[in-house]
């Protein structure tokens, strides 16, 4: 006999889930590819779908969109974690989905974490994707280019999910409070704050809002009660994926582009999720030779000198000779000529092979090499008046080169006005 006073499963679901939405128009966030005008949009109004891989941040509606491409266009849906599925089990997906394929049923197979399947796993796809056996739809939160077999992403759409903006995140409270019945006990400065902590991941959100509607309080919470009640949400950084390059990216950029707050932001960013300092230092380390160079050959002494800093203070306080090196790079002045110079000599250098300096200015250690000719008319520029000869210094049949053409800003200024002085020396000789 069934107990009467069991609770609904629909009621005691979390409530995330039983917020999941009905119907694709009902997803938030997403209106990019699920409106009338987006990829998924018009799949769904031809009703015939293509493979595709989702690609997006935790909680953004990747699962709940297959689900419902699936109703949509009427296809038996199978699901699979590639995180707790092996050979085996893709197997007993297939088979299934071919009996049913017999029969007239197709099947949307959606592969949660599918970059987690290994470069053998994720070619077994191949043929019963080819063959229409399954509409394979993927989801990764990690860059499908490096993450997917090109054989896999040729016969798959990439489309891309968004973080949730606020906008979205709020539609979703709105529906909280609707299905429980009452607002959350959150003063609006405290609203905000939630929607902030989510850092757009929309299931955590609902959790959050879950754990505020299960708690009996007096009086909504301000800002600092909410934060006292509630853990933030930790910033998505792996050191080892995307999210860990596209920081080092933004902050090499910020700094190349003489933007000290947003490097700044990005060194914090990279440094709270716990980078390793000495990852970062050797980042600076090259930009102040890369972007700064020689308009301003402080940069690098600061980049080592912060290292050495790091090295003897350790954390946090030595984190302060990183910021102090991150805003000394950006504020400096810029050249790349030393990056570009090293880059046409090195070019220089494999087209000419083993062309011999000219006979003045090789070493002549032994007798015998000195009857040879070798060093012969060397010129000592120390001997000279302006301590500068003007020889000729170029392999036999190499013209003279302009590797190094200096900025006229920073330091660099004074360098051009040395060369040019030079040149004119070496002209009048």
Same mark, same amino acid.
């Given at each position: 006999?069934?107990?009467?006073?069991?609770p609904d499963p629909a009621e005691s679901?979390?409530?995330a889930d039983r917020l999941r939405p009905?119907?694709?128009?009902?997803?938030?966030?997403?209106?990019?590819?699920?409106?009338?005008?987006?990829?998924?949009?018009?799949?769904?109004?031809?009703?015939?779908?293509? +493979?595709?891989?989702?690609?997006?941040?935790?909680?953004?509606?990747?699962?709940?969109?297959? %689900?419902?491409?699936?109703?949509?266009?009427?296809?038996?849906?199978?699901?699979?974690?590639?995180?707790?599925?092996?050979?085996?089990?893709?197997?007993?997906?297939?088979?299934?989905?071919?009996?049913?394929?017999?029969?007239?049923?197709?099947?949307?197979?959606?592969?949660?974490?599918?970059?987690?399947?290994? /470069?053998?796993?994720?070619?077994?796809?191949?043929?019963?994707?080819?063959?229409?056996?399954?509409?394979?739809?993927?989801?990764?939160?990690?860059?499908?280019?490096?993450?997917?077999?090109?054989?896999?992403?040729?016969?798959?759409?990439?489309?891309?999910?968004? %973080?949730?903006?606020?906008?979205?995140?709020?539609?979703?409270?709105?529906?909280?409070?609707?299905?429980?019945?009452?607002?959350?006990?959150?003063?609006?400065?405290?609203?905000?704050?939630?929607?902030?902590?989510?850092?757009?991941?929309? %299931?955590?959100?609902?959790?959050?809002?879950?754990?505020?509607?299960?708690?009996?309080?007096?009086?909504?919470?301000?800002?600092?009660?909410?934060?006292?009640?509630?853990?933030?949400?930790?910033?998505?950084?792996?050191?080892?994926?995307?999210?860990?390059?596209?920081?080092?990216?933004?902050?090499?950029?910020?700094?190349?582009? +003489?933007?000290?707050?947003?490097?700044?932001?990005?060194?914090?960013?990279?440094?709270?999720?716990?980078?390793?300092?000495?990852?970062?230092?050797?980042?600076?380390?090259?930009?102040?030779?890369?972007?700064?160079?020689?308009?301003?050959?402080?940069?690098?002494?600061?980049?080592?000198?912060?290292?050495?800093?790091?090295?003897?203070?350790?954390?946090?306080?030595?984190?302060?000779?990183?910021?102090?090196?991150?805003?000394?790079?950006?504020?400096?002045?810029?050249?790349?000529?030393?990056?570009?110079?090293?880059?046409?000599?090195? /070019?220089?250098?494999?087209?000419?092979? +083993?062309?011999?300096?000219?006979?003045?200015?090789?070493?002549?250690?032994? %007798?015998?090499?000195?009857?040879?000719?070798?060093?012969?008319?060397?010129?000592?520029?120390?001997?000279?008046?302006?301590?500068?000869?003007?020889?000729?210094?170029?392999?036999?049949?190499?013209?003279?080169?302009?590797?190094?053409?200096?900025?006229?800003?920073?330091?660099?200024?004074?360098?051009?006005?040395?060369?040019?002085y030079w040149e004119e020396l070496r002209?009048?000789?």
């Amino acid at each position: 006999m069934p107990d009467l006073f069991a609770p609904d499963p629909a009621e005691s679901a979390p409530l995330a889930d039983r917020l999941r939405p009905q119907r694709l128009e009902d997803v938030v966030g997403q209106e990019h590819l699920t409106g009338p005008e987006g990829a998924i949009g018009r799949m769904v109004a031809a009703g015939r779908l293509s +493979s595709m891989i989702l690609w997006g941040p935790p909680g953004t509606g990747k699962t709940t969109i297959a %689900r419902l491409l699936a109703d949509a266009v009427g296809l038996r849906f199978e699901a699979i974690s590639a995180v707790f599925s092996g050979v085996a089990d893709l197997r007993k997906v297939f088979a299934s989905a071919r009996d049913h394929a017999t029969a007239g049923q197709r099947t949307l197979l959606f592969v949660d974490e599918i970059h987690r399947f290994n /470069r053998a796993q994720q070619d077994g796809f191949l043929p019963y994707v080819e063959d229409g056996t399954v509409t394979l739809v993927g989801a990764t939160t990690e860059n499908p280019s490096f993450e997917l077999n090109a054989a896999l992403l040729s016969r798959a759409q990439v489309l891309i999910l968004h %973080r949730l903006d606020a906008k979205a995140l709020c539609t979703l409270l709105e529906r909280a409070e609707a299905i429980e019945g009452r607002s959350l006990p959150l003063t609006p400065e405290a609203r905000d704050a939630l929607v902030a902590s989510a850092d757009g991941d929309g %299931r955590f959100l609902l959790n959050q809002a879950e754990t505020l509607f299960s708690v009996q309080l007096d009086a909504p919470l301000d800002p600092a009660g909410l934060s006292a009640l509630l853990h933030r949400r930790v910033a998505v950084y792996d050191k080892d994926r995307e999210g860990h390059y596209n920081l080092i990216s933004a902050l090499h950029k910020s700094i190349r582009g +003489s933007e000290p707050q947003a490097a700044l932001y990005y060194l914090a960013r990279m440094l709270t999720a716990g980078e390793e300092p000495l990852y970062v230092l050797r980042r600076l380390t090259r930009a102040a030779v890369e972007d700064v160079g020689l308009a301003d050959p402080q940069a690098l002494v600061q980049c080592i000198a912060a290292k050495d800093t790091y090295d003897f203070l350790g954390s946090p306080e030595g984190e302060l000779a990183i910021v102090q090196a991150c805003l000394y790079l950006a504020t400096a002045p810029k050249s790349n000529r030393t990056y570009m110079a090293q880059k046409a000599a090195w /070019r220089s250098a494999k087209e000419t092979g +083993s062309l011999m300096p000219p006979m003045n200015i090789v070493n002549a250690p032994t %007798r015998l090499m000195k009857q040879l000719g070798y060093g012969k008319g060397y010129a000592y520029d120390h001997d000279t008046d302006e301590g500068f000869s003007g020889d000729d210094y170029w392999p036999e049949g190499m013209a003279p080169q302009t590797y190094y053409e200096p900025t006229d800003r920073g330091f660099e200024k004074r360098v051009a006005e040395r060369l040019a002085y030079w040149e004119e020396l070496r002209r009048g000789k």
